[in-house]
């Protein structure tokens, strides 16, 4: 079994400004800048065979580069216990047909179709259970601003995921660009 997703990586340049925001909550295990990420589709554990049928059917995704950009922050979970503090990602329409591809080329592989909506992120850390919500809330508040540089996503990858006691470890295991 292997743990996969696919994603769009944050180039160091558009990272600079989310890592520079990663300040002023206590207790939160930030992320690195290895570790910044769009998620396009989580595909869970998969056996090898899976793997290989996944890796297919992204491999035939076909769509041209184009622009994005990181910008605002939120938060994940309900307001007693919020989970994870994030970038956001405007309206991107190319991203949103990547992501689509891709749930196509999950149930092409055999795997379930996504219950949840697609809400393109870059999760900047994750938050104890004790994290403090008006902490938290001034923390979205004090980057209501946050941009990052426009990019250009020239691809996108297939990640596989180890959790580790300081948090999830990826490994780009196939690159597939836009063309």
Known sequence: MIRLFAAVAV???AAAPL???QTGLREARWRP???LHITLRF???VQETVAEDL???????SLPPFELRAEAAGAFGASEHMRAVWAGV??????????AKCETAARRAGLKAEARTYHPHVTLAYLPRTADPAAVAGWIADRALLKSPVWTVGGFGLYSSRLLPSGSAYDLERFYPLR
């Open 11 to 13: 180039p160091d340049e």
């Open 55 to 61: 890796d297919t059917a992204l491999s035939a995704i």
């Open 90 to 99: 405007g309206h991107s329409e190319p991203l949103a047909r990547l992501a």
């Open 43 to 45: 595909f869970g554990d």
């Open 33 to 35: 800048a290895e570790a």
């Open 19 to 21: 890592l520079a925001a």
